[in-house]
């Protein structure tokens, strides 16, 4: 008995995370499933391509299309500089003190907030002390503070990687600090930077709670582009067809393909991040 339980267990261990994936599989394909048999239908070129009209009754979802795409635009132009060149910094600059180190805590702490709460710090921020109003540009700088966190440790975790003696071998050729994190780690960190950015921004384009009092509306049956004017995105979009139209029933199709349209921007946000980490993979081999 005493050899067979250390087999017993191993077999236990692996049954318990297989009937955990099998069990997180099934739900998935289940909710997936729901989203496809009920949106298939309403999706077609002209769905995406059609403003909404009739209080969003009939036509299409082009406008928050438009918006989602704005909107995602404006936060990674304001969250991947400054998140990329923090995590930088935290890694390759700063000492290991006691300041440091509740600076990574802090970021660490500002992942875990609630999207609301960023919301309502956008509202007080953006939209009322730098009298910014409710618009794009408030929305999409509140997803960007919503998104330093994570791009903040995703950077640091993927610098991290990156052997010291890669760093030392360049500054025994001669290349300065700055050169040698330029042009050795930075490129050998790319794959892991950017798939954490695109994984980071993908999550970013279907909050709802951040923009509900920074920018989004709830009708605009023409399409906007302008950073000072309300718009409409595709998750406060779902969110509005499916718990506070007055004919919910009516537009329920619409929902559903809302939400599938959705679910393909971010699967295919995932998949950039995918082949982007397999392209540098491959190059370094």
Known sequence: M???TPKITSVIEWGTLLLSTCLVCFFLLVVLWEIISKG???LSWEFVFTVPTDGMTKGGIFTPVVGTVLLTMITALFSI?????CAIYLNEYAENNWLTRTIRASIRNLSGVPSIIYGLFGLALFVQALQFGTSLMAAGLTLGLLSLPYII???EEALVRIPNSMREAALAVGATKFETIKDVVVPSAMPGILT?????LSRAAGETAPILFTGAAFYINRSTGYL????MALPYHLYMLSTQHQSIEEVRPIA???ALVLVIVVFLMNL???YFRYKYRKNEN
């Not at 954490?196 to 980071?200: D, E, P, Y």
């Not at 000072?228 to 718009?231: A, H, I, L, R």
């Open 81 to 85: 500089p400054f998140g990329v060149s």
């Open 272 to 274: 950039t991040a995918f």
């Open 256 to 258: 559903y393909g809302t």
């Open 196 to 200: 954490g950015v695109v994984l980071t």
């Open 153 to 155: 440790t995703t950077t």
């Open 228 to 231: 000072n004017d309300e718009f």
């Open 40 to 42: 298939a239908s309403k």
């Open 2 to 4: 005493r050899y067979r």
